[in-house]
Structure formats: C-alpha cells, structure tokens
C-alpha cells in the first residue's frame, strides 16, 4: 500500500496526492494499492512541474480507521516537527492527526520508496 | 564594525533583481527544478521537510542592532515568529515560501544582510572567534582578516565550484574559541618573533563521516600574504580534489591521502610561482577594512563597578549569571555578556522575534550597538559597562534570556535534526530537551562544571558530536532511532575527537545514560578535574561500564 507526497512548489508545504488532487492533510491522501497504478501516478505527478518539488511514493500501512506512513520521517512530514506542537499540520488536530500520532517505530530508512536511488 | 560600502551595496541590489527574476521563471514553469535547484540554494534557500529554509549568513558572527532587528522582523513577517541560530553561527528560517524569498532578500539586504555563501560547493561564509575586540588574550581583530577574506572569496570565479563545500574559522587569540582545527582551513593570528603578525595555518580539518583535525601546514605565515596563500591551498584543492566521490571530496581527504608533507609541499610550490602581489591586500584597503573595526564609543571607566559588585552581593541569581555568563573585557570597565539561548526544555539556538527585539535594542543602548553569534549557538553582548550589567541582565531575565549555563552540561549542542532536515537519521531536539531538563537545576550543572554535550541527527555533524565532551550520534537502526554516544572530544585549545562509549542506545536511554556518565565523573574526579579531564585519565572503562551494566 502506497501513498504518493511532494512538497508544494510555491511554499513548500507537504501535500499528498488525492484522486488527481493535491491536499495538505495526510488523512485526506490516497492509498494506492496497486504498485502499477503507483507508478502511473507518479509519473503524472512530475510531469506537474508547476505544482510540486520532488514527489516520491511512500509505503503506508493500515492501522486502526485508517492509514499511517510506516517511516518515522513521513509522519513528522505529515504531521510537524515534534518540538513545536503548534506548528505543522499536528496544530489543527482531528482525527487523522491522532491516528498519526498513536503510530510507532521505523525512523528514516524504510518506507520511502526508493530513497538511495534517488539521491 | 564593517559598513558594506557602495560597491557590496550595489552586487546585493543586483543579486536580488536576478533571483527574483529566476524565482518568477520558476513559478511560471520556464524553468525545471533541476535547472532552478542550484540557483535557489546559492541564494541560501534549501527545500527542507516541512517547507523551504533560509539560511541567513551571518559574517564572523557579527551583527548590528538593525540587523538584529531585520531579522526579527523577517521572522515575525514571513516566518512563524523565530530563528534558528546554528553551529556556523548563520541564523536558520525553517518556514519560507518560495513565493516570499527575493522579498525576504530585498528586506536582508538593506541592511547588508544577505544569503551568499550559506550553500553549494563555495568558499562558505567565515566564522570567526565570538569574543573578537573583546578578549584580552587577542594579537589583533580576527574579523578584519575574515573581512577581507570575505570580499576576496564572495563569487570568486576560480574558487565558485570547488570539489565540495569550503569552510574557514579564524582567531588572533591565543585560546581558540573558534574550533579552528574542525574547519577546512584553521587561521591562528599570532605575533611571530619578528614581531610581525603571522598566520599558523591548519588545512583539512572536518568532522562529518570522516573526521579529522586539522594538521598545521605552515606555523608563521606573514599576515600580509595571507589572500595568496589561501588561494595557492585552494587551487592544489581545485586540482586534486575528488569530484567522483561526494563522500571524498573535502579537502580533508586529499590532506589525509596526500599526508600532511606532501599537501603542503605542493602549497608551497604553488605559493613560490605565485604573484604574490597580484592576489595580496593592498595595505591601503587594510587599512581602510581596519579602520571599520577600529574601537570607538569605549568610555574611560575605573576597572572595577561598585554597582556591579553590589549587585552580586545583593542577589544570588545575578551572582550565578555573573559568575557563568559574563566574562572579561580588555576595555576596563567593560564586560560581554553572554546570552544563553538554552533554556532547559527549550530548542537550542531557537529565538523569537520579540527576542531578538530585545537584544537589539539592548545591544542599542549598552552594547555600543553590536550583537555576536556564538558557535554554540548562544549570542553574546560584546561591549557592555559592568556598571549597566545588571540593568542588562534584568532586562534579559524578563525575555527568558538570562539562563547562567554558558559551558554547563544544560548549554547543548543540536543540530535541527529529523524534526526538520531532510538529511536526518534521528531527531536531535527532543534528545538535547530531555537532557537539559534532567540537568535543569542551576546548583547541580554547576556542581558539574564544564561539561560539552554536543548531539547531531546525522553522521554530517552539524552538531559537532564528535568534539563534544559527551557526543551523541543519531543513527537510524533497524528503523528506530538509536543514538551513538562518544566521549572524550573537544573543538577547543585541547581539540581532540570523541572515543566511541558502545552499542547505540535507544532513545529512552540516553538521558539515563548521561546521567550515569556524570556520577561516574562526580565519583572519580580529582580537585577542579572538568569532566573530559577526568575522562583522559581514566579512559573509557569505569564510564562504559556504568552505562552498559545491564548488558553484562
């Protein structure tokens, strides 16, 4: 299961990708379970040069009523950084922000697909 | 201090017209991000997790009080409210806008503030000893030769794509407040026994994957040919360097490789067929830099305070923040103050605007209207009457800006780690938090005494944790984050590289691991022994034990 994220070209905010869409909360994001159609979609999404920087898949996995990224780095992304509760998308809360919060382990390495070849 | 004279004026003008014509193409989409990638980093904008950073040079670490208050209002303006203040004394906007950016320059530089030389594979901007002008143990200003430096260096074309990245620290002191053997090249201004001011001179030190501490290649380089020397180090680097491998390239590695002989014969050999006129500053454009740095505004003042000496006798916090944060001046009557900017489970090197507010206006009226940036990521009052101490120092206490813990083991070290940098194994912050509140109490961190906890995310090091007393590595272990620790290192007079403790530990470990660490220093040390003295003549045994008796 995958998720595809970018950063937004004007600002640099963290967006995840919906159905064609771009949206800031990772709650609202995609899960894309076919690899193949992942591939599609990334694709599409570089080609939007205008939009995004650098968009990536990350792998996802199912926790209770939902998802969560299983990296570590892909949940402070989607959520904010840990020593400013009050910045970062963490400082609207909801839902998905709580689901995120309750995931544990896997700091930087895993989850993000393709990581080294990319550098 | 330097003024930037009319032509420094005019290239920051013409610098930000470009940039925000290359911005606008970007947006528009006529140019890829590929293309843009390098242009927006030379102009210190680094796309990090959660958004772009900027990262704002701060030459020397020296800055007015208008410049202190600009980048307080870019802060309050188009960041939320702080700054980052770091390891390379450069302050560090972690929530810019693309969109933002040549604004944000245009603000920078009317006060000569800018992004030049923060990013790519240049002559970086130059630190240099934080007590320059200040410090009694000082041959000359450190920052009049890292001035000219800087207007040597600033878009050179030759030096503009070296190898990789290039760094220079220099001191005319002789402490070395600078850590000048962890940088690419080390400046020490002395007076050589002719009597004239001499250069030794370090090359390929570096931390990062491979640390090394800079060996001296020349001991008494006459100042005066300082530029002609360090452009005959730079070109062997151009020359020789490696451009295949990012991991080999500094100039560390070709010192290594060559040897420590062999580099600097060919430094030399460069140096001999060197026109040594053509590249040299004249001594009128010394003088003329000198000038700009020349003491003024210092009052004649009885050596000892009557109002400060009361004031210590009369309150006891005052006596501790006299005692950690205030040192001496050369100019009687005189002290700097140091601003601790780690305020126990706060972000180390984190300001507000509303702080940088204050120090400006403080640096305004008791400062003689300058500010300096550490390298450990505190700032410091240079030029404050010991009679205004303690005004200063209440003024400081209501901002949250009056922690006496300069050295202490509480004054740490941390890069932004995973909460921000896209390089990062493992968070720094909340590691560098949760130790400083351990250590919160003041009557206990000075029981300690000087202690260098020094912690980065990732094996780059920008927190120095090689140098540190304790060092702490973030590494990413299986996916978790485990943290590396070393002991035993410095950056200052008695450089030296930490020793690694054992197996990295998780992070729930670490503080209960450093507090071991210290009561094991508590238990062996010998008279005034500091905690790293105490380390290099027991070694790592009682310590390593301490911390992994559990395992056995």
Redesign the interface.
């Known amino acids: 299961m995958k998720a595809l994220t970018a ?1 937004r ?6 967006v995840f990708w919906a159905q064609g869409a771009w949206v800031e909360r990772f709650g609202e994001a995609e899960a894309i379970e076919d690899d193949s159609r992942a591939e599609t979609v990334e694709a599409l999404a570089r080609a939007q ?2 939009q995004i ?2 968009p990536y898949l990350i792998d996802i996995q199912p926790v209770a009523d939902g998802f969560a990224p299983i ?3 892909e949940r ?2 989607a959520l ?5 509760p009050d ?2 998308k963490q400082a609207i809360g909801g839902g998905d922000v709580e689901l995120l919060n309750r995931a544990h ?6 989850g993000r697909v393709n990581l080294i070849k990319r550098k | 201090m330097y003024s930037y004279d009319d032509i420094d004026r005019e290239m920051l003008i013409d610098r930000v017209a470009e940039f925000r014509a290359q911005c606008a193409r970007r947006l528009a989409g006529e140019i890829t991000e590929e293309q843009f990638k390098p242009i927006r980093l030379m102009n210190g904008l680094y796309l990090q997790l959660h958004a772009y950073m900027l990262r704002i040079a701060i030459p020397y670490g020296t800055l007015s009080s208008a410049q202190m208050r600009t980048l307080a209002h870019v802060a309050r303006t188009y960041d939320r409210g702080y700054g980052h203040f770091t390891t390379r004394t450069n302050l560090q906007l972690h929530w810019i806008k693309l969109r933002d950016a040549p604004q944000i320059l245009d603000d920078l530089a009317t006060v000569g503030l800018h992004a030049i030389q923060t990013s790519g594979n240049c002559i970086r901007n130059l630190t240099a000893d934080p007590l320059a002008g200040v410090a009694a143990d000082e041959v000359d200003d450190p920052r009049i030769w890292a001035e000219a430096i800087r207007q040597w260096s600033t878009f050179h074309p030759e030096f503009s794509y070296l190898p990789r990245k290039f760094k220079i620290a220099v001191t005319a002191a002789r402490r070395d407040r600078a850590a000048t053997r962890i940088y690419d090249i080390g400046l020490r201004l002395h007076r050589a026994e002719s009597g004239e001011l001499a250069f030794e001179v370090l090359v390929g030190g570096g931390l990062g994957r491979i640390p090394y501490l800079g060996p001296t290649v020349r001991q008494s380089l006459p100042a005066r040919h300082l530029l002609s020397y360090l452009q005959a180090i730079l070109r062997v680097y151009n020359r020789h360097g490696r451009r295949d491998n990012i991991h080999k390239a500094r100039i560390k590695v070709l010192v290594a490789s060559l040897g420590a002989e062999e580099f600097t014969r060919q430094v030399e050999e460069e140096w001999d067929r060197t026109d040594k006129a053509l590249v040299d500053l004249p001594d009128l454009e010394l003088a003329r830099i000198r000038a700009n740095f020349a003491p003024s505004g210092f009052a004649t003042l009885a050596p000892a305070s009557a109002a400060f000496e009361s004031a210590k006798a009369a309150d006891h916090a005052f006596a501790r923040f006299a005692r950690n944060n205030i040192v001496a001046h050369k100019t009687p009557g005189y002290c700097a103050i140091n601003i601790s900017l780690k305020v126990p489970g706060e972000t180390p090197g984190d300001c507000s605007a509303e702080q940088m507010d204050l120090v400006a206006d403080l640096a305004d009226r008791y400062s003689l209207d300058e500010i300096r940036v550490a390298y450990e990521q505190n700032l410091i009052l240079p030029h404050v009457r010991l009679d205004d101490a303690p005004t200063v120092y209440a003024a400081l206490a209501g901002a949250g800006l009056a922690t006496a813990n300069i050295g202490l083991i509480s004054d740490i070290i941390a890069c932004p780690g995973l909460d921000y940098c896209t390089l990062a194994n493992a968070r720094a912050i909340p590691v560098a938090q949760d130790i400083a509140r351990r250590f919160a109490d003041p009557d206990l961190a000075e029981r300690i005494g000087e202690l260098n906890i020094k912690i980065s995310g990732c094996i780059n090091a920008c927190g120095h944790h090689h140098v540190g007393h304790i060092g702490i590595l973030g590494v990413d272990k299986k996916g978790e984050e485990f943290y590396q620790l070393t002991l035993g290192g410095s950056g200052d007079d008695d450089a030296a590289l930490g020793q690694i403790l054992g197996p990295a530990l998780p992070a729930d470990r670490v503080t209960p691991a450093v507090d071991q660490l210290v009561q094991v220093y508590l238990r062996e040390r010998r008279g005034e022994e500091r905690f790293v003295e105490t380390f290099r003549r027991t070694g790592l045994a009682p310590f390593k034990e301490a911390v992994y008796a559990d395992a056995h």
């Open positions: 950063n070209l004007s600002d640099g905010e963290v040069v205008t920087v650098d990296s570590y780095r402070v992304r904010g950084p840990t020593n400013k910045h970062g382990g896997s700091a930087r390495s895993s």
